[in-house]
Structures are given as C-alpha cells and as structure tokens.
C-alpha cells in the first residue's frame, strides 16, 4: 500500500517562499512517478509539477514555471516542492501524487494521493 504524506503548508506573505514536502512509504519514490496537484475553493484539482521515475526529468504547469522546483530523494523516499515568489493566487491545499502511469499530469491518471497541505498566500 503506497502511502503518502504532505507537510511544509502555512501562512506566508507574497514573495515569500515555502518548501512542502512528501513522506513516502517504502520504495515509492523511486517505482512511480510522483507529482504535485492543487485545489483552490471551489475549484477543480489542477497539475503543479511532475518528476518521473525513468529519467528524472521534471515537467511543470505553465503558472508555475521559474517559481517552483520539484526534486525526490529515492534514498529517503520523499519528494518535494520548493515554491518562491509565492503569490495570493497560489492558495490552495496542495496534494502529493503518485502514478505508475508515465509522464501522467492529470488527477484521474494518479492512483495514490495524500491528504493535502493547506498553504495561504496573503497579499
């Protein structure tokens, strides 16, 4: 059973950063290709970031290119998601992801989630 952990959400002002981070259970990090997802109020689910398992390439959503760094650490099994610049539109809770589905970028393709960080963004 793959099971996942958020952590590193809070209050911060624009311009600031925040690093979340995601527990992995054994060998997860490096079966499966894992990814960052967020859901605002009201709003639907939407792809962040991307890392694959095969060859380490990372793949991001347009809005948060130049601002955000996803990384994993096979050895400990976690995954991150360093965020900068951070703005007010990017509240949400932010979820962690795993597929074993290649290059995937949509919810339906990722089979184990987290529960989600909440991170705020004041202006």
């Known amino acids: 059973q793959v099971r996942l952990d958020e952590s590193g959400g809070g209050l911060v002002q624009a311009g600031a950063s925040l690093r979340l981070s995601c527990a992995a259970s054994?060998?997860?990090?490096?079966?499966?290709?894992v990814g960052w997802f967020r859901q605002a109020p009201r709003k639907e689910r939407e792809f962040v970031a991307r890392?694959?398992?095969?060859?380490?390439?990372?793949y991001y959503a347009d809005f948060v290119k130049g601002r955000f760094t996803i990384s994993r650490d096979n050895a400990k099994n976690m995954v991150y998601l360093q965020m900068n610049s951070l703005k007010p539109e990017d509240t949400a809770v932010y979820f962690c992801?795993?597929?074993?589905?290649?290059?995937?970028?949509?919810?339906?393709?990722?089979?184990?989630w987290g529960q989600g960080t909440q991170v705020t963004v004041s202006s």
């Open positions: 992801a795993a597929t074993i589905v290649t290059f995937a970028t949509t919810p339906g393709n990722f089979h184990y």
């Open positions: 054994e060998d997860t990090v490096s079966n499966y290709d």
């Open positions: 890392s694959s398992r095969k060859d380490g390439s990372s």
